[in-house]
């Protein structure tokens, strides 16, 4: 859980730097492509993370739940959202702005250590998940640039290996 590792006091003061917000079913919570410099912990409900395509579509990422994290990239300096973020259903979060978080984590230090190395492990098992996708993705696409997805008949099938 994000928040392990925080005592109950460590956790009310990290709650007071905190905004809560609740959004009704099908209200935006993180705009793709708009500036952000906040994170924000689910607390109740569900959202979708949704990545925009072309003809003013969406295509549906993944269904957060009661403690996952959203924009964490943007807290962490990327400049706009990546993805937009919508509520499946009324959901409540607490947001957490960069300049407030920060002056926190000056001094709580333990706070600041806590959250951002919870919030690198996310990172670290988003990315090792979508590097398995990706060369899932290539290799299938290489399959099928060759003739199929094993490659044309009586070439042995793909020279390429996983090594993860």
Known sequence: MFFDNLSKKELEKLESVGTLTTYEQNMPIV??????????????????VRKRIDGGKYKALVVLVPFD???????LG??????SVVALEKTE???FERDTFQALAAV????????????A????????????NLMDTIIWALGHA???????????????????
């Not at 994290?69 to 807290?75: H, K, P």
């Open 31 to 48: 705009e793709e492509g708009l500036p952000g410099s906040s994170f924000a912990v689910i607390l109740k409900g569900r959202a979708e």
């Open 69 to 75: 994290v959203i924009g964490e990239l943007g807290f």
């Open 78 to 83: 990327v400049v706009t959202r990546s993805a």
């Open 93 to 95: 979060i607490l947001s």
């Open 108 to 119: 709580q230090p333990h706070i600041g250590l806590t959250v951002y190395r919870n919030m």
């Open 121 to 132: 492990q996310i990172l670290a098992e988003r990315l090792a998940s979508n590097n398995v």
């Open 146 to 164: 060759r003739g199929g997805a094993d490659g044309p008949p009586g070439a042995g099938g793909s020279r390429l290996r996983w090594a993860g």
